[in-house]
């Protein structure tokens, strides 16, 4: 099992540029979490995903800040436009249904100057 | 409301002395309790979880997990600590009754010096 694959790895950019990180979690597993972890904040779920559906974007700090699942092996979260005080670390997780437990990626270091 | 408490931000082991980290929690129900690791630059590794059963929960690397009723935590423990295992260490719960969302501690350090 690759376990949950996320890309870029490592994305720098500029104020005002779009950014898409992408996100492809662990075949069979009906939901998907996005996170953001800074120094400051700690981790944040932004907004959760079942069988596809976005089921609560609660935590998603902006309308600045988008994310689809367009089927079960694939998710976006976007950025437009990027903003300094976006700079963290971005995970993905899924879990299966019932499993509870949430297996993450190796994150996406996103640096906005 | 839900919520999760690692009162200790940083928690200090000789290597060979056994460790402990601490974790309180306050949901509505039973809760699901959850213990996560993170290595520098990694993403959080599952390693051990309490949903019903036996109080005293075994997970990887060595090591295992209290669950107190009474007391409401959920404290780390291995007998004898290594210095791989520093790293920031999760503590998280979710009732049972609620949404798949998990309520995350803000985490503890972990050093072990040799």
């Known amino acids: 099992d690759a376990g949950v694959i996320q890309s870029p790895r490592h994305e720098v950019t500029e104020m005002g540029q779009e950014v898409t990180l992408r996100c492809k979690p662990i075949?069979?597993?009906?939901?998907l979490f996005w996170y953001r972890q800074t120094m400051m904040r700690g981790l944040e779920l932004l907004i959760y995903f079942n069988n596809n559906v976005p089921i609560d974007d609660s935590g998603m700090p902006e309308d600045r800040f988008s994310a689809k699942m367009p089927n079960a092996s694939f998710s976006t979260l976007k950025i437009q436009p990027s903003e300094p005080r976006d700079s963290a670390v971005y995970f993905c997780?899924?879990?299966?249904?019932?499993?509870?437990?949430?297996?993450f990626g190796p994150g996406t270091r996103l640096t906005v100057l | 409301a839900q919520s999760v408490a690692q009162p200790e931000d940083q928690v200090n082991v000789a290597e060979g002395n056994p460790l402990t980290v601490k974790c309180t929690y306050s949901?509505?129900?039973?809760?699901?309790l959850f213990w996560y690791v993170q290595y520098p630059n990694r993403g959080l590794q599952f390693l051990l979880k309490?949903?019903?059963?036996d109080n005293l929960v075994k997970g990887s690397y060595g090591f295992e997990a209290e669950f107190n009723k009474s007391q409401t935590s959920f404290h780390l423990k291995k007998p004898s600590a290594l210095v791989s295992d520093s790293a920031l260490y999760f503590c998280a719960v979710r009732d049972i009754w609620s949404n798949y969302q998990l309520i995350w501690g803000a985490g503890t350090k972990l050093i072990i010096k040799p």
């Open positions: 075949s069979g597993h009906d939901y």
């Open positions: 997780a899924s879990s299966g249904q019932g499993a509870d437990t949430q297996y």
């Open positions: 309490y949903i019903t059963g």
């Open positions: 949901v509505s129900g039973n809760p699901y």
